[in-house]
């Protein structure tokens, strides 16, 4: 189909916009130049999605891979978990996050220098990404209950450029330690790195930490023994992806001062919706059959989200992990070879007019856009910047005048509208995109639940750091000789390593924690290295 004409695109934006007045939301498709019997060509597919969806509510097992149940959905509506058991737990799980932020807020509970007043939350992906986004969206700087700080890497000069944030003030601040299964490497060495900035400050760390993560995990026995202040549960029918609205992330929501009842509120009305089998009262349908008429069902157009809106900014990449995370599978539920996925990325508009939407318009054409539409500026009236026109004026000015100068370029786009950000709008995004993501998952026949390429990429970073020990051995047995790396990878039989000897060479002769020294050669590749 070619691109609608102005006169044209009128007639399809009246067909292809719809509202959804309950949820202070609309969305727009008229953009997306998809032919008019399309929808009705994808009926019986989307369909079989839902089908597929309401199974996932009942307790169907939807990651056949894990046998796991999925019910990230109950979260917001707990009637619908499969029994008793979970409803009451997640119910006992949020009345008990409710109840340890207001002893936090009132004192009750307090750090070695008095209340707390800071957040430190130690997580990595899913652990990190929802409640980075929530914080970002709904914070009040100096207005929420605690400032807010994040170790979400195993970067040793990122956690020390937080830690100098926070100051003298540790014995202020409270830590929330996320991992389900308690041996992901990078949260470990953060609760570790944090640990040890607690005890030179001559306080103890238990008292000021918290776990969110599995029965009997290792970090739930590591907080037991060590007199950790609370543990909060991680169940293994929620993905880290999409754990924002359990504990995960309701707790560091709760502790800054969040309204957690509207967030569930928001993902819960946008699920009602969602379960339509009615397309066009559906919004997560239409968006999953946007990306699968765009990429043709094989994800050949990358997905840039645009939000106009700062307070959004982190939305594209909360939603990168979710999208492709969840999408990007080498094999589809039949095992066959399929290579799937969508790329998402994206930042903000109007930031955006002085970056890449020159190549958006003019460059090659691998994309389509998601704008995010945000309809009021701020709370209260605002300067005028010009005659009867505010700041906020020229934002929707550039959001609209950008969208149809795309669109006059042949660049397809979706449009989703919010009335404001807030606690609400903020759980139906979060649940709009969920659901988007399962049901597209179920048109290309993939499961959206399992994440193998991560955990091969945690072996692989596994095997180096058992290479490098081996280096280090070596070096050792033969202190007081400067070895090449080739030389090193030789002697420790890492015949298929050398590049990898080489590169961890460099990084233990860089630092001073290993005590190993370089002697320059004439080439990077006859320096040598030996233990000092």
């Known amino acids: 189909m070619t691109t609608p004409s102005k006169s044209e695109l009128w007639t399809r934006f009246q067909k292809y916009y719809t509202e959804f007045p309950a949820l202070g939301f609309a969305i727009d498709l008229s953009r997306m130049n998809f032919a008019d019997d399309y929808l009705d060509s994808m009926k019986t597919p989307i369909q079989k999605a839902l089908i597929a969806m309401a199974e ?25 978990a499969p029994t008793q058991t979970i409803t009451k737990e997640i119910l006992d799980t949020n009345a008990a996050i409710k109840q340890f932020a207001a002893e936090v807020h009132n004192g009750t509970l307090r750090g070695a220098s008095g209340p707390f007043k800071n957040l430190l939350v130690i997580g990595i992906g899913g652990s990190a990404l929802g409640p980075q986004f929530v914080s970002h969206a709904l914070g009040q700087p100096g207005k929420d209950k605690m400032a807010i700080y994040f170790f979400d890497n195993t970067d040793p000069d990122g956690m020390d450029k937080v830690l100098a944030e926070i100051g003298p003030r540790l014995g202020e601040t409270l830590c929330v ?49 060590n007199g950790w202040l609370k543990r909060f549960p991680m169940w293994d029918w929620v993905g880290g992806r999409t754990s924002e609205l359990s504990a995960v992330g309701l707790l560091p929501a709760a502790l800054q001062g969040f309204d957690i009842d509207a967030l569930l509120a928001g993902a819960k009305a946008c699920d009602d919706v969602t379960r339509q089998i009615n397309v066009n009262a559906n919004p997560s349908a239409q968006l999953a059959l946007m ?75 691998n ?106 051995n070596y070096l050792t047995e033969k202190q007081g000789h400067a070895l090449t790396s080739s030389q090193i990878a030789s002697g420790i039989g890492a015949h298929d390593g050398f590049e990898t000897v080489f590169k961890l060479c460099e990084h233990l002769a860089t630092n001073p924690d290993h005590g190993v020294e370089k002697v320059p050669g004439k080439t990077p590749f006859e320096a040598a290295y030996q233990k000092i």
């Not at 008429?293 to 990168?320: A, C, H, W």
């Open 177 to 225: 330690v996320i991992s389900k299964s308690g041996g992901t490497k990078e949260t470990r060495n953060g609760m570790l790195e944090a640990k040890a900035a607690y005890e030179r400050a001559g306080l103890q760390f238990g008292p000021h930490a918290v776990a969110v993560t599995g029965s009997l995990s290792e970090l739930d026995k590591y907080a037991t023994q």
């Open 56 to 80: 996932l509510e009942k307790g169907g097992i939807a990651n056949p891979d894990e046998k796991r149940m999925v019910g990230h959905y109950w979260l917001r509506n707990p009637a619908l």
């Open 367 to 472: 994309f389509f856009v998601t704008f995010i539409e945000v309809l009021q500026d701020r709370q209260g009236k605002s300067l005028m910047v010009e005659p009867q026109v505010t700041s906020g004026d020229y934002l929707e000015g550039f959001f609209l005048g950008t969208r149809q100068a795309l669109h006059e370029n042949g660049r397809e786009s979706i449009t989703l509208t919010i009335k404001q950000v807030n606690a609400f709008s903020v759980g139906l995004l979060i649940a709009l995109f969920e659901r988007a993501v399962g049901l597209y998952a179920s048109l290309i026949n993939v499961n959206a639940y399992h994440q193998p390429g991560v955990e091969a990429g945690k072996k692989a970073a596994a095997a180096v750091i058992d290479l490098q020990l081996k280096i280090l």
């Open 291 to 365: 990306w699968y008429y765009i990429g043709n069902g094989k994800g050949t157009k990358n997905m840039v989200i645009l939000p106009y809106k700062d307070r959004l900014e982190l939305f594209s990449k909360y939603t990168q992990q979710l999208i492709m995370e969840s999408l990007g599978k080498e094999k589809d539920l039949d095992g066959k070879v399929v290579n799937q996925g969508i790329a998402v990325f994206g930042n903000k508009g109007s930031t955006d007019q002085h970056s890449y939407v020159q190549q958006l318009r003019e460059g090659i054409l």
